[in-house]
């Protein structure tokens, strides 16, 4: 038999490896920008269009490179960086592994620009899919200039996986974050499809934090310092009334690399035990110094899972010096833990005054009822006013008389066959509903009891609502008499542009989405002034996790999101009028059994299954 075995040609391997290094246009921003860095730049411009797919490219002022080094740089294993196995183990720079210039442009086309201060003309070469396809002298200034484009030209699987402009860009966003808040030395400019988004003069860590994301941030940062024999621990944590429900700004740094580390996110999350609730996350930034010795950062191939000697002696060290700022600033004390600020929110269903529309109640409306019947028992309600306690007295001298009681059948061999009421009496006054445990809607129905979860079917009856208004743009806007003035990040911005449209379809109305401050003039009558701000934060992180996740449109996910945080809450009292108009509109939707997350609405226990418990 003949020898089988072959080497795979370079660009073979390069692409290989490219699956690794390079997974969407993010790593490729990534990659770029450590180079940068590492080339000891002290300014850098990453430049994008269309979310990366077109264009990615990276200016900087760094030390540049020879022509014998600018050809080299694309080689496989080829770096600056390392010279033996024991320099791994005293990493200072940000690259070692000299692949990630050799993978990008097994599949893409790249032109890269440089020059070295020593040298007076610079080196421009152009590589499409590992070859090299020209190679000039160019008058360049001194630094880099790579730009990559086409990516995965010759790997269509690959690209058409790529998600669209937004969700891509947004991942650029968060490498650029994870980098930028590591180097509030060097100056950074952004520029998305022509736009600049993010300008970020040389300042310090805690500039920097708030320049990405919002002045608003830098009133909420709380500082922490430690520095013991094992770990030097700087950086700031958010107070806790400011921890969100969605992850987002946690961002460990380990030896100036962005890390991921669930154990040590865990710590933190021990830290704040109390003074958050279960399901909200703290944010944090904070930067870790460990000898480089004691960390391996080299288990994964995008280097964001680190491995350190003594895990669990810094989860003590992090979690008491979290604990120690918090006490030490003084955030724990002013805090009542048990406070939801949602539940003293007037949303839906509340008594509000005149600004909510009322709801006119039928409560013989039986959605178990053939319609004709339902007609016939509507006519006659009256809404009985509560007077007092006399009033508890009322139907019953009316309604009830000894001439009924005695229509009792008395049980003969253990089976019930008499009723109190005749038929008729049993659906006029029974046809009325009770909240149980403050969670459940219970009513009667003709089968047995109907029992109904408030929350879900709120969030059913809300979703299919908002659906309708996104589509066909009919929601009633409340306009503010004092226009609201919120402040957002950027990121946020640019996701309220996004869902500008269809929030303003459902009501709600903004003078101007340029500028970190944004002056809400208007939202829908569901959503309380004194809850806005709440709602649009939830609304922004909810939608963000959302249409990352599934293929849902826009109208749906959004739907969802407002249905999810607008929604009667579990614990919340809900009076007979809102009772019954949560009920009626339940069964007026169009999927009453299921809320907008798959979840069971109502169930009836029918008169057999209590029958059993009897027998
Ligand atoms: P690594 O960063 O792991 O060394 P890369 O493939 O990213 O591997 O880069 C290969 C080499 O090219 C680097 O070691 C460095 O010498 C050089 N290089 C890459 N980008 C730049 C840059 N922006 N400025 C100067 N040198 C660079
Ligand atoms: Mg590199």
Redesign the pocket.
């Known amino acids: 038999m003949a020898d089988i075995i072959k080497l795979l040609p370079d660009h073979v391997a390069n692409q290989i490896a490219a699956g690794e290094v390079v997974q969407r246009p993010a790593s490729v921003v990534k990659?770029l920008l450590?180079?940068?860095i590492?080339?000891g730049s002290t300014s850098i411009k990453l430049i994008v269009k269309d979310g990366g797919k077109a264009l990615i490219q990276v200016v900087?002022d760094?030390?540049?490179?020879s022509e014998t080094?600018a050809r080299l740089?694309f080689e496989r294993h080829?770096?600056?960086?390392i010279s033996s196995a024991q320099d791994l183990f005293n990493l200072q720079t940000k690259?070692?592994?000299?692949?990630?210039?050799?993978s990008i442009a097994a599949i893409a086309h790249v032109d890269m620009q440089?020059r070295p201060e020593s040298k007076e003309v610079g080196t421009h070469l152009k590589i499409e899919g590992s070859k090299i396809v020209s190679q000039d002298v160019v008058a360049t200034p001194v630094g880099?200039s790579?730009s990559v484009k086409n990516l995965f030209f010759n790997i269509p699987a690959r690209r058409n996986f790529l998600k669209s402009n937004q969700v891509e860009l947004r991942h650029i966003q968060d490498e650029f974050h994870r980098v930028a808040l590591v180097h509030p030395g060097i100056e950074f400019h952004f520029y998305n499809n022509g736009s600049e988004i993010f300008n970020l003069p040389k300042t310090k860590h805690r500039q920097r934090i708030a320049h990405i994301f919002g002045s608003k941030m830098e009133s909420r940062l709380v500082p922490v310092n430690e520095e013991t024999e094992v770990v030097k621990i700087s950086g700031f944590i958010c107070k806790p009334e400011f921890a969100k429900k969605s992850r987002g700004e946690q961002f460990f740094f380990a030896n100036n690399r962005f890390i991921k580390s669930p154990y040590l996110h865990h710590a933190v999350v021990a830290a704040f035990e109390g003074l958050i609730k279960q399901d909200m996350y703290p944010g944090y930034f904070l930067y870790l110094d460990v000898d480089p010795a004691s960390i391996d950062i080299n288990i994964h191939p995008t280097k964001t899972e680190v491995k350190f000697d003594d895990e669990n002696t810094l989860y003590a060290i992090l979690r008491s010096t979290i604990k120690h700022s918090l006490g030490q600033f003084n955030v724990a004390p002013v805090l009542d833990f048990d406070h939801d600020p949602n539940l003293d929110t007037p949303y839906a269903y509340r008594e509000k005054g005149a600004t909510l529309p009322k709801v006119t109640v039928d409560p013989t409306f039986n959605p178990f009822q053939d319609a004709a019947k339902a007609k016939s028992g509507g006519g006659g309600f009256q809404k009985r006013s509560s007077k007092g306690w006399e009033g508890l007295y009322e139907g019953l001298e009316k309604d009830v008389d000894v001439e009924e009681f005695s229509s009792v059948a008395i049980e003969s061999d253990g089976d019930v066959q008499g009723t109190i009421y005749s038929e008729d009496h049993l659906e006029e006054h029974l046809a009325t509903t009770f909240q149980l445990r403050r969670k459940y809607v219970v009513s009667t129905v003709k089968s047995g009891m109907l029992v109904i979860h408030q929350k879900r079917a709120h969030e059913r009856i809300l979703f299919e609502k908002f659906l309708g208004e996104i589509t066909v743009k009919e929601g009633v806007s409340q306009q503010l008499l004092f226009p609201l003035e919120l402040t957002f990040s950027k990121q946020e911005l640019n996701i309220l542009k996004e869902i500008k449209d269809s929030l303003s379809n459902i009501g709600f109305a903004f003078e101007s989405l340029e500028e970190e401050t944004v002056k809400v003039t208007g939202v829908p009558l569901v959503v309380p002034e004194s809850g806005i701000g709440t709602v649009l934060d939830r609304l922004i992180a909810d939608y963000k996790e959302g249409f990352t996740e599934g293929s849902l449109s826009q109208a749906e996910v959004l739907a969802k999101v407002l249905s999810k945080n607008l929604s009667v809450r579990t614990g919340e009292f809900l009076d007979q009028e809102s009772q019954q108009a949560l009920v009626n509109n339940l069964f007026a939707c169009k999927e009453p059994t299921l809320s907008p997350f798959q979840k069971l609405t109502y169930t009836i226990i029918s008169e057999g299954d209590i029958d059993k418990k009897f027998s």
Do not use: P
């Open positions: 990659e450590e180079n940068a590492d080339a900087d760094g030390i540049g490179m080094d740089s080829a770096t600056s960086k690259g070692f592994r000299g692949e990630a210039l050799a440089t880099t790579i």
